[in-house]
């Protein structure tokens, strides 16, 4: 059975470029392609799809707060951002609302191929240059041999971003550790505020990079 793919992108000729080349590829099939995400959480019901191209910039919503809502309604999808951008704040943004991979609109279409086949594997694609910046802020987050100690985590909430590199959910977490959904919320925004990042995938990067958990 194909892959069913949806695309988001606002440039009428090169989504219809995207919704051919896919088309013509063993395997795939576009079952949607839309120029903005305003309806996204609808479409995405309708669509169904295994998997998801998205812009950045486009009308009304961009394309990172389309990912976070379709990451409320389809987690497990995963969804490629496929942008002209490669500044670190869009990048980082994207990361934290749950994107699955980020490729530039330059990348050639045998690596733009081979990112969707990774991110269906259950990968995280990325173009050279993104991962670059990625692995540069790994190896920042490394200049500290015990992050632990410098941010004073304790070790509930310790335990509990180890339950979130599992990917747990907060009300997973909860459930886990037999506390309230708020307390496990107020945990996690008072581990983000001592670690000085804005989600959970920061975390997650900051305390894999130390292997403090």
Do not use: W
Not at 55 to 73: F, L, Q
């Amino acid at each position: 059975m194909d892959q069913k793919l949806v695309i988001y992108e606002d440039n009428e000729a090169l989504r219809n470029s995207l919704v051919y080349l896919l088309n013509e590829q063993d395997g795939y099939k576009v079952v949607g392609d839309f120029n903005n995400v305003n309806d996204v959480k609808n479409q995405v019901r309708q669509c169904q799809p295994d998997l998801v191209i998205m812009d950045i910039d486009m009308p009304g919503k961009d394309g990172i707060t389309g990912v976070e809502e379709i990451k409320e309604i389809r987690p497990e999808t995963p969804i490629i951002m496929y942008t002209q951008f490669e500044d670190d704040e869009r990048l980082f943004k994207s990361i934290c609302a749950g994107a699955d991979g980020y490729i530039l609109k330059k990348t050639s279409p045998e690596k733009f191929f081979d990112a969707i086949k990774e991110a269906l594997s259950g990968g995280a694609p990325m173009s050279p240059l993104i991962a670059k910046k990625v692995i540069n802020s790994f190896k920042a987050a490394k200049d500290n041999n015990n992050l632990q100690i410098k941010y004073d985590l304790t070790n509930r909430e310790a335990e509990i971003l180890h339950l979130l590199t599992k990917g747990y959910s907060v009300k997973l977490i909860a459930h886990e550790m037999c506390i309230a959904y708020d307390t496990a919320r107020s945990h996690l925004r008072n581990t983000y505020r001592k670690l000085h990042v804005n989600c959970g995938k920061e975390a997650i990067a900051i305390l894999l990079a130390s292997k403090i958990i």
